[in-house]
């Protein structure tokens, strides 16, 4: 079996559970053979208290990379490491959360190591010879299956498509490595990267409750964020309320937005286009509300209300409250 390295993302010195439920599927996949996994870590200073989490979740070496230069994103500074790392842990494979960073990582990556690509993969087996990873296409009506068997693979893992899984074993090294700068770090600088603290994303939510045109106005929204938080969810939206000004990008959920799969997604006065659908195609479960029997949505939802969103949701959130107390 392969030697795997796992990229291991963080946002303000906190690891990303997308990156343990790829630690955790790398161990899985090594759980029978003397493959050795590997984590790398990159980041500010602070970053190297968190090493120790990681042996938690398989990883026998954790490489740190903790340096205030490394403390905001950079995709050359960052691929350059990992490839780095890769090639001198003899790496075979490696994986990523295809989260945003995740995708903007991977194929510099795998362009490094001369490596090929599988991305945003929901399910993945390994050998000495080859990776077969399965992932959604056609807008998430079909699902390919992709055969790797370039020398070094490089995966990207759909974030909540597979399990977070503690190992007993904790023992694990930690290697610091000096960063030291190269002229082409500097071909791009972030300067700032804008999200608001303590807002989670629809990505990773297990719940996400989403508005769309149907919510009538910018202020019912609020009620798409009371029922999300209720829930312990995130808030999305379809791209007809983001295009109206009503709600942010970041929160757009489809073929131009972003690509989900929760345990629950709620959808409130979204139609169902198939540009929509397109970015919740694997979610676990799909509710819809909308007022319209006839609305698409009613073909992919598991369960459906018919009936106005703006009546549904405050008694939703009023029995959810009350269940919570
Ligand atoms: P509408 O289609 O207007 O639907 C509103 C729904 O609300 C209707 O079904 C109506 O019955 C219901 N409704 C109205 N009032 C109520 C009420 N009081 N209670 C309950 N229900 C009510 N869209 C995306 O979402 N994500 C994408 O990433 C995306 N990418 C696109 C890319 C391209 C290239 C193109 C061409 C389009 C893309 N779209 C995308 C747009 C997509 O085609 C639809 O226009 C959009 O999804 C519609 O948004 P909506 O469902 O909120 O609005």
Redesign the pocket.
């Known amino acids: 079996m392969p030697n795997i390295l796992v990229f291991i993302e963080q946002r303000e010195n906190r690891i990303k559970p997308a990156s343990l439920e790829a630690l955790s599927k790398a161990t899985e996949l090594l759980r029978t053979s003397g493959g050795t996994l590997s984590a790398v870590l990159i980041g500010a200073k602070e970053i190297r208290e968190q090493a120790d989490i990681l042996g938690n979740y398989g990883a026998s070496v954790v490489h740190v990379f903790a340096d205030p230069q490394l403390e905001t994103y950079s995709a050359n500074t960052y691929a350059r490491l990992i490839a780095e790392t890769a090639t001198s842990a003899g790496a075979e494979a490696v994986f990523f959360s295809a989260t945003a960073m995740g995708k903007d990582l991977a194929p510099r990556v795998a362009v490094r190591l001369q490596a090929g690509i599988a991305s945003d993969c929901i399910a993945l087996e390994l050998d000495e010879k080859k990776a077969i990873a399965k992932r959604f296409v056609y807008s998430g009506k079909l699902i390919s299956t992709i055969e790797l068997t370039s020398a070094i693979k490089v995966v990207s893992l759909r974030p909540n498509s597979f399990s977070i899984v503690e190992t007993k074993t904790t023992r694990h090294e930690t290697k610091l490595h000096d960063y030291k700068p190269e002229p082409f770090d500097l071909k791009t600088i972030v300067k700032e990267i804008r999200s608001l603290p303590g807002k989670l994303d629809v990505t990773e939510a297990d719940i996400v409750v989403a508005g ?3 919510m ?1 106005s910018e202020a019912h929204f609020k009620l798409i964020e009371d029922l999300a938080s209720v829930l312990g969810g995130a808030a999305g939206a ?4 983001v295009d109206l000004g009503w709600r942010g990008h970041s929160e ?6 972003k690509v989900i799969s929760p345990k629950l997604y709620i959808a ?6 198939i ?2 659908l397109a ?1 919740i195609a694997s979610s676990k479960t799909i509710v819809a ?4 029997k006839d ?1 698409p949505i009613f073909q992919v939802a598991d369960y459906g209300l018919v009936g ?3 009546e549904i949701i405050p008694e939703f959130i009023a029995e959810m409250t009350r269940v919570n107390a």
């Open positions: 769309g045109r149907g009538q379809s791209r007809a309320v757009q959920i489809g073929q131009t937005g409130c006065g979204i139609s169902g286009a540009q929509h970015g509300i909308n007022k319209d609305a106005d969103a703006l």
